[in-house]
């Protein structure tokens, strides 16, 4: 199974920007979905980004606009620039992955095999 490392986590202030990369080893990314979620102090570990094997996105419907996912399977990575960010972005964000048939992914955490260790982004009003 893959691994994945997160980065590009830090600290950012209300309205700027960060992009976050997700490093995969293993052969078999190109033919996997990946996803990005978040978990807040406090708060469930929810979905942000989606992305198929094939480039098809989706996103959690509050943060459309701000956020976007996408991928480099020549270099295994996927990224989630995060633009516009907000006080209530703050959180730990990890990058998931997994096999989906056909040219899916999904929004369900359980759906998805192999997590990263997640990176911190803060931003400070």
């Known amino acids: 199974q893959a691994q994945l490392v997160e980065s590009g986590g830090g600290l950012v202030q209300v309205g700027g920007s960060l992009r976050l990369s997700c490093a995969a080893s293993g052969r078999t990314f190109s033919s996997h979905a990946m996803g990005w979620f978040r978990q807040a102090p406090g708060k469930e570990r929810e979905f942000v980004a989606a992305?198929?094997?094939?480039?098809?996105?989706y996103y959690a419907d509050s943060l459309k606009g701000r956020f976007t996912i996408a991928r480099d399977n020549a270099k295994n990575t996927v990224f989630l620039q995060m633009n516009s960010l907000k006080a209530e972005d703050t959180a730990v964000y990890f990058c998931?992955?997994?096999?989906?048939?056909?040219?899916?992914?999904?929004?369900?955490?359980?759906?998805?095999?192999?997590w990263g260790q997640g990176t911190q982004v803060t931003v400070s009003s």
């Open positions: 998931a992955g997994g096999y989906f048939l056909g040219d899916g992914a999904s929004r369900y955490e359980w759906q998805y095999d192999y």
């Open positions: 992305i198929s094997w094939s480039g098809n996105t």
